[in-house]
């Protein structure tokens, strides 16, 4: 075969079909959006009961990990997130199916060996980075704190 | 009415934010993984520079339910920590906002894994 | 003459007298419904994992091909066999109570070629009597050592592939007359063209298709026009497509000779495969459930049944290696 590995990738590129976005990126808008909404609904109610933001903030992603590991163990978040995209994967429903599918698939591999060690296999560098970043903009907000500046 | 608006402010930014991670996944090579940390740290940023409140304010759970929220969450908490309780908040703020979500995540975890069955596409 | 590395044609071609293909209910729903030896239920089929549901098809479809060969399992000589999990361990645990000498082959998707290749050069040799290849995968085992948990919501890119829940198996024989005969076989040798991309297997594959075909249709010379057919084990549709244009350019065109493994077992838009179906099941079970079939009943001649392996390991993918193709040749006869 006389090719270069460039013309090769073009030739690949050309037979390759693309993601339809004209399909993909509405549904992971009306998807995401929803659990928003239906977050945004929850946190409502919370307040209207006079419960504090921070708690109020705490039950929405409480009942989103809640409905996300209810409907990962039914079988059916995948369903919704071959639709969604994006639209499931960027909200905290994301980030909650990323932890229960593991936990749920490793069963086979024993509790401690399977279950527990491979729950972080796909959220772990959230958190991993999450914590990072938390960390360096926490030493930044102190300098500026020493300095006598209000963060 | 301003529930409606409410509601309406939230989808319209959180399905803003997702369709930000849409075009990541279906434009560039980044995996899912990838996309998620990019959003996280992205939130944390935004939300030390504090360009990410204004977007809460307006928009609610449309800006805290993105993982980009989660980040913001982290920032926040670091904030709060280092204002009551000096060097030592750098270390526990940004995991102690984080905990109930992380926590919640593992208990449904686990009890899912004792439950169902992974079943196939 | 370097450029016939690997080609060897039998003075003796081994026959096939056996053969038999098992497969998941979704593969059984597809167009060779009806086709297939047994149908496995649901993931596990009352196993306990998926590992060991794989295990139990692959041991079935062997069962089944010796069954049918009219031969007991002390009559095989020797079993070439493998999957694509992790030390072949659909296999080890498959075949174990056969108690058949076995070599266990490891070449991703190509293994049911590169099985059938073994086996037929053994018996060529006269060493042996008889030996059987085996090659079984499955979806939700391969997916999870490959990629993500099953219940992990993703977007499958429109260039993935869809691994087979299928297996099966061929038994050959120096001694008894076969209708279907192993003329040659053709060992590919390793190709690749710095494709880093996971869900795109068939552009891995394809070139390593197009190496091994040039090189058999030059020693031979031949053309794809001599065969009835050229059947691609597990290109898909993103990589039949690339063959096709590829061949064009080396002067062999296809022209409505070739066939594709994954684009035969799977109705691709009904049941949302993307590219196609993959896995060394794939081209195992529909060479045994169809094509081997029609090769005996005489409604085809000669057939190229090439399966090509994409050499993907999900360490070396994330050290930034690409991903390597293999394809091995069989040339099948059937008799007048």
Known sequence: MNMSYEEYGKLVKKCSPNSPIFKTVPLSFLVGGTICAIGEAFRLWFVSLNMSKEHSGIWVSVILIFATALLTGLGVFHKIAKIGGAGTFVPITGFANSVVSPALEFQTEGFILGVSSKMFIIAGPVIVYGTIASIGSGIVFYIIELFGGNI | ?121 | ?336
């Open chain 3, 1 to 336: 003459m370097n450029k016939a590395r690997g080609v060897i044609f039998f003075e003796d071609p081994p026959s096939i007298v056996g053969f038999a293909a098992v497969a998941g209910d979704m593969e059984a729903s597809g167009p060779l419904k009806g086709k297939f030896d047994k149908v496995f239920e649901g993931d596990m089929d009352g196993e306990k994992s998926f590992e060991k549901a794989e295990s139990k098809m692959q041991l079935c479809a062997a069962k089944k091909a010796i069954e049918k060969a009219n031969l007991k399992f002390e009559d095989i000589d020797i079993a070439f066999a493998g999957d694509l999990l992790n030390q072949c361990i659909g296999t080890n645990y498959g075949l174990r109570e056969l108690e058949i000498p076995f070599a266990g082959v490891y070449g991703a998707c190509s293994t049911m070629a590169e099985s059938i290749s073994l086996a037929s050069v053994f018996v060529a040799s006269g060493f042996i009597d008889r030996a059987i290849a085996v090659t079984s995968s499955h979806f939700c085992a391969s997916e999870r050592q490959f990629r993500f948990p099953l219940e992990y919501g993703g977007q499958r890119p429109l260039t993935a592939q869809w691994t087979a829940t299928a297996a099966g198996s061929v038994v050959l024989s120096g001694k008894v007359e076969g209708n279907i005969k192993v003329k040659a076989v053709c060992i590919g040798k390793i190709v690749d063209y710095q494709i880093k991309d996971m869900n795109n297997m068939g552009a891995a594959m394809a070139p390593a298709a197009v190496n091994t075909l040039v090189k058999f249709f030059k020693h031979t010379g031949t053309y794809p026009q001599d065969y009835d057919m050229i059947l691609t084990g597990d290109l898909g549709q993103v990589g039949s497509t690339i063959l096709s244009e590829l061949m064009d350019r080396e002067g062999y065109p296809l022209k409505g000779k070739h066939s594709d493994c994954g684009l035969l077992l799977f109705e691709r838009e009904r049941q949302d495969v993307h590219s196609g179906g993959s896995g060394c099941g794939c081209s195992a079970a529909v060479l045994c459930a169809d094509v081997l079939d029609r090769l005996n009943c005489g409604k085809l001649k000669t057939v190229l049944f090439i399966a090509t392996g994409a050499l993907m390991s999900p360490t070396a993918n994330q050290q930034g290696e690409s991903i390597p193709g293999v394809a091995h040749l069989v040339f099948l006869e059937g008799s007048e």
């Open chain 2, 1 to 121: 009415m301003d529930i409606v608006i409410s509601l309406i402010k939230a989808f319209c930014v959180g399905g803003l934010i997702c369709v930000v991670g849409q075009f990541l996944l279906d434009y560039t090579k980044l995996t899912p993984a990838r996309i998620l940390v990019g959003f996280v740290v992205a939130g944390v940023f935004l939300g030390a520079i504090g360009i990410y409140k204004p977007i809460v304010d307006f928009a609610g759970s449309g800006a805290t339910v993105p993982l980009t929220g989660f980040g913001y969450l982290l920032s926040e908490g670091v904030k709060e920590a280092i204002k009551e309780e000096g060097i030592v908040g750098i270390l526990k703020g940004g995991l102690t906002a984080g905990s109930a979500g992380i926590s919640a995540a593992v208990l449904l975890g686990i009890l899912v894994a004792l439950i169902f069955k992974p079943k196939k596409k």
